[in-house]
Structures are given as C-alpha cells and as structure tokens.
C-alpha cells in the first residue's frame, strides 16, 4: 500500500480522535509511525491499524473504511485536481477511475497494487462498478464513491449485493444516481 494512505490515515485519526489516539494505534500495532508518502508499505500494516481503531473506537472495520475513503476524496481533489476539473458528473468522475487515473498512477508508481473495475453502464441515472482486489477493500471504494458524491453535489443509493466477503470473486458496486 502507497504511503499516502498511510499520511491521509494519519491524518484523519488525529483530526476526529486526536493526537494521542494515532499514537496509541501506533503502540497498538507496534510501529513507529513514519510514512513517506511514495514509498510502498505492507498492506498488514494498515489492516492492523484498522483493526486496532475498532478496538479503539467500538466502530466497525468496514464503516471506519467507508469514512477513510469519504475522507481521502477533498485532499485527492486539491493535490489531484485534474483528475476532477474535467468531469462534469459523478458517474464521468466514476467512469475515469480505471481507465484514466489508475492508468496515470500506474505511471508514477508501478508497484501501486490498485484494483481493477469494470463497469455496466446500464443507463444515463445508474453505473455498476465492478471491484477486483485480492486486498478486498470495497469498503473503501463504497467510501471514495461517498466522497466524489459528496464532491459533484449529487446524490445517489448504493446496492452491494455481489461482494468478495460474501465468496464471491468480485464486489459489484450498483449505484442509482437520484439527484
């Protein structure tokens, strides 16, 4: 996992739990704490970190994932913003993600270990995102969609029914815009 998951994680633990709870995740987990943003980390890593902020916190692994990608869409956005001056829609922003993004981050990072979608664009108000990983963070993809909604001002409802924790070999990520 990129370092800059690991800053943003930083980061968004320190703003809603305060300074002391990022260090006491760090004691949990037995690490020093020190991310380079380019630089590449085991994903166990942030796992455990996870887990310990469940701990810590009485909140579901998955719903603190959820809010760690609605929380990394504002600073992609600022430091990204080229990836999101163009779109003019979430479900454009949504349709980029792996042909145009992930394709310009591969560049950069080649051993950025990214996951891969496909799409069924069933019609103008819905898209179905189909999410492979072998980390199965669609969590956090439900939250980075949270996020870019949040971003383009538009609403929408979230159908997760095909999902890799449930066994199956992908997530499919059903959205039906309603704004």
Partial sequence: MKGIVFCLLNEMVEEQFGLE???????????????????????????????????????????????FGAYMIPHFAKNYATFFENQTSLKAFLLSVDQVIHVEVRK????????????EDEQ??????????PRKLCALAEGLIAGSAAHFGEQYELRHDIC?????????LHMTLTS
């Fill in 108 to 119: 950069l990072y080649p051993d950025a270990g990214l996951p891969t979608f496909d799409y």
């Fill in 164 to 172: 890799m924790h449930k066994g199956d070999d992908h997530c499919a």
């Fill in 124 to 133: 103008d108000n819905e898209l179905t995102m189909i999410y492979k990983s």
């Fill in 21 to 67: 709870a990022w260090d006491d995740l760090l004691d949990a987990v037995g690490t020093d704490g020190v991310y380079v943003a380019t630089e590449t980390y085991d994903d166990a890593e942030l796992l455990a970190l996870v887990a310990a902020a469940e701990k810590a916190t009485g909140i579901a692994a998955a719903d603190l994932v959820r809010q």
